[in-house]
């Protein structure tokens, strides 16, 4: 330090001032050790023990109190409290404990504790999928740690040790079975975590790639590091080992399947040019086969320590280590395998609304697909501007509008693009349409790319992405109008709807249809994710069932204009399968609009009367109203234009219904929820290429199933509290009725919370 930063320091600890000659306290025994063993040996400076001054400052100190230099920031703050405390201090050593392991990676190691070893890494491994560091799950194991550190140039270095001349049964399963095995864990978790950074992911949120300052082999080839594994394997085959068959199988099980792994995530986009899951599929054949060889194993504990986080480039405090069960970890591990597989079907292209579906029912999934898998299905969805491997965005909207608004039109005809003279109509269409792909393909790429991640961060995306998307319905009606001198447009002249002609404008029509979309999706995810209490979800059940209203009258008019285009087009039979399809997808999405508006009508009914009979408990707020708490819960929808944000004094008037008594209340509960129950048994008829479900019709149906049952329970539900209310013992009261809003995950469908009525008398 220079003569000028020491008179900083002492020109800036001189301003401290401490009234506290009062108190004092002795030395205690370590402090005069210290004392008498200077530690500061230096000609420019001489060591003068303060430990007594600072210990008699630090007394008048009230707790939490801290005294602080203005020169003195937080980081040196933080770090001064840091030291001694076990909890921050990753130096710190208690009383007889060593610095670092006392384990030898050397020492040989029986059959049973190799299978032990081998469980425990797999499940630090699964940990560390599931979202933990590095640091608390594999980097704690000493057999990693040895490998790893010093880094090792070539993959000859990365030893436990070195190998003895004359070996024996215990130092080939060290030195070839565990090493090859390890080997081919810590290459598998680099092309892992080289996938999930690759693509949209949240740090520490979803996952912790922090490598402190350790490479994951990298730079080794992956040829060499499977040879070492089929060179393990060969071993194990030879009949004159002296292993038991149950002891040979269980580590080849092992060894098969992290190789076998390792070639899955190492090769994961292959499967975009043969769409073949046979390696996964090979993998979940083998998890049997460990499982139940899993009583073989004796576990090693002192193997791993938390004492190697000393060894690492972090800047937190050091952290125990996570433990995960071998039956936990297998699930997820199962689960992983099987979700590798199945993610393969999106590349199975049958249109963008099946993809949608599938992609909403396979991020649905209970638990939902691990980081890994998502990230593996944004690279399958879009890699290097190609979607799914072999098409264009452009196609991918094209596909989109087709089904939608413009079925057999020329405004989503590839072959414009091949037009090269000026004056052709072609020409000018294929200009303005490509400025359309170009402000709408992000937007729009990004609505499947939100759906890749986690529950939360797919609501709070879609927050984000509504106010976008009505940007780009504006941006829309302007290319709508551009075209239509080049189209030649007829509107529809109808003076009993309106005195001005009325315009198609299919592409702002398009637009407009994925931000209500996109707005039903913020409400429902918000009850999943208990965004709503329980007093509010009258309100919210009620702003769902007119949002899809605007939504139907929306696809009514698209409608309209599909099936006038299809009449006047009728005598062309190359074109009459795009119409069906169009009319075929827009009475879909009329029906699931119509089932989700009736059944939250109902439920809008039936907490409007639990509400009334003062059944469901209002918490204090003594800091909130009610208006404030409307705008906080569709604060993402205060700035869009259209549909405009029902007024406060407006909204609760709807919910509330001042002008009908519990009796009329209860009439419209219960048509609305025989329309909706009637709605969702159609949808549960369909097949999977009118539900547009052909990659996940099993999911598809169950979701109807699932909605369709909690139709059920909304319906005994209203039954129940009108029995009360209608019987002559006197109105509904806590004491005759208990009501149990379910949370979420427990109910019968995560988007609607059908609250359980049960009676007491």
């Known amino acids: 330090m220079s003569s000028a930063g020491e008179n900083g320091i002492v020109d800036g600890t001189s301003r401290i001032t401490l009234n506290d000659d009062h108190l004092s306290r002795p030395l205690l025994r370590a402090e005069s050790d210290i004392a008498e063993k200077p530690r500061v040996s230096s000609r420019h400076a001489q060591a003068r ?55 030898n990676v050397t020492r040989s190691l029986l059959p049973e504790e190799v299978i032990g070893i081998m469980d425990q890494l797999l499940c630090h491994e699964m940990s560390w999928h599931r979202g933990h560091p590095l640091s608390q799950t594999l980097f704690t194991s000493l057999y990693i740690d040895k490998l790893l550190w010093p880094e090792p140039k070539s993959l000859e270095a990365a030893r436990f040790g070195d190998v003895p001349p004359q070996q024996t049964l215990e130092h080939f399963l060290l030195h070839y079975v565990l090493r090859a095995f390890c080997l081919g864990l810590i290459k598998s978790c680099d092309y892992v975590l080289e996938r999930v950074v690759s693509e949209h992911y949240y740090e520490e949120e979803d996952f912790v790639t922090n490598l402190y300052n ?6 080794q080839p992956l040829s060499e590091i499977l040879h070492l594994l089929k060179e393990a394997l060969t071993w194990l085959d030879d009949e004159d080992l002296l292993l038991s068959n149950a002891i040979k199988a269980a580590l080849a099980s092992r060894l098969n399947f992290r190789k076998s792994f390792l070639e899955g995530v190492a090769k994961d986009l292959d499967v975009i040019d043969d769409s073949s899951t046979q390696t996964w599929q090979h993998c979940a054949s083998l998890l049997p086969l460990i499982q139940q060889s899993k009583r073989l194993g004796k576990p090693v504990g002192e193997s791993f320590s938390g004492k190697l986080q000393r060894k690492l480039a972090s800047t937190v405090p050091p952290r125990p280590i996570v433990t995960t069960s071998f039956e ?35 991020q649905s999934r209970k638990p939902q697909p691990c980081v890994y898998i998502r990230a593996l299905l944004q690279s399958l969805l879009v890699t290097e501007m190609k979607v799914l491997g072999h098409m264009s965005i452009k196609r991918l909207l094209f596909d989109d509008l087709a089904e939608t608004v413009l079925p057999a039109d020329s405004l989503v005809d590839l072959q414009n693009g091949d037009v090269e003279v000026p004056r052709d109509p072609r020409f000018q269409i294929a200009k303005s349409m490509d400025g359309f792909i170009t402000r709408v393909s992000e937007s729009y790429l990004n609505m499947f790319r939100t759906l890749c991640q986690n529950r939360e961060r797919i609501r709070r995306n879609l927050c984000h992405m509504v106010t976008d998307w009505d940007a780009l319905q504006i941006d829309c009606e302007d290319i709508d109008i551009e075209l239509r001198p080049v189209t030649r447009e007829e509107p529809i002249m109808d003076r009993a709807i309106s005195l001005e002609p009325i315009f198609a404008y299919p592409l702002s029509s398009w637009a407009y249809n994925i931000k209500l979309q996109q707005m039903q999706w913020v409400l429902q995810t918000g009850f999943e994710l208990e965004v709503y209490q329980s007093d509010e979800l009258a309100g919210m059940y009620w702003y769902l069932q007119n949002l ?65 009979l003062n059944l469901i408990p209002v918490p204090p707020r003594p800091y909130s109203t009610d208006e404030l708490r409307y705008e906080l819960r569709l604060k993402p929808f205060l700035n869009i234009t259209l549909p405009e944000l029902v007024p406060f004094e407006q909204f609760q008037a709807l919910v509330n219904i001042p002008d009908d008594n519990n009796a009329e209340v209860l009439e419209l509960a219960t048509q ?27 999911d598809w149906k169950k979701n109807v199933k699932d909605t369709t049952r909690a139709c059920i329970a909304t319906s005994i539900a209203i039954s129940t509290i009108r029995k009360i209310i209608e019987s002559p013992s006197g109105p509904a009261t806590p004491a005759k009725i208990k009501v149990e809003i379910p949370p979420a995950g427990k109910g019968y469908h995560d988007w609607w919370t059908v609250p359980k009525l049960t009676p007491l008398t």
């Open 672 to 698: 609305a929820i025989g329309r909706a129950r009637k709605d969702y048994e159609l949808l549960g008829k369909m097949d999977a290429k009118t539900s547009r479900s052909l990659l996940c019709e099993e």
């Open 548 to 612: 899809t209203q605007v939504r139907i009258q929306h696809l009514e008019r698209i409608r309209g204009f599909v099936t006038r285009k299809f009449k006047k087009n009728k005598k062309d039979f190359r074109n009459k399968e795009a119409f069906i399809q169009a009319l075929s997808f827009l009475n879909l999405s009329m029906l699931e609009a119509t089932a989700t508006q009736e059944l939250a009508d109902a439920l809008t009914y039936l907490y409007t009367i639990l509400t009334r």
């Open 214 to 219: 350790r490479n994951l082999l990298s730079d």
């Open 49 to 103: 023990d303060i430990t007594a001054e600072f210990s008699t400052a630090s007394a008048a100190l009230a707790t939490g109190q801290l005294v602080k230099d203005e020169w003195f920031t937080l980081f040196e703050s933080v770090g001064a409290l840091e030291i001694m405390d076990s909890k921050m201090d990753s130096g710190y050593l208690a009383p007889g404990e060593t610095l670092d392991a006392e384990y």
């Open 328 to 362: 936990e970890a297998f699930e997820v591990l199962k689960r992983l395998c099987q979700d590798a597989s199945d993610v393969v079907q999106v590349l199975d292209y049958h249109g963008t609304h099946n993809m949608l579906n599938f992609m909403w029912a396979f």
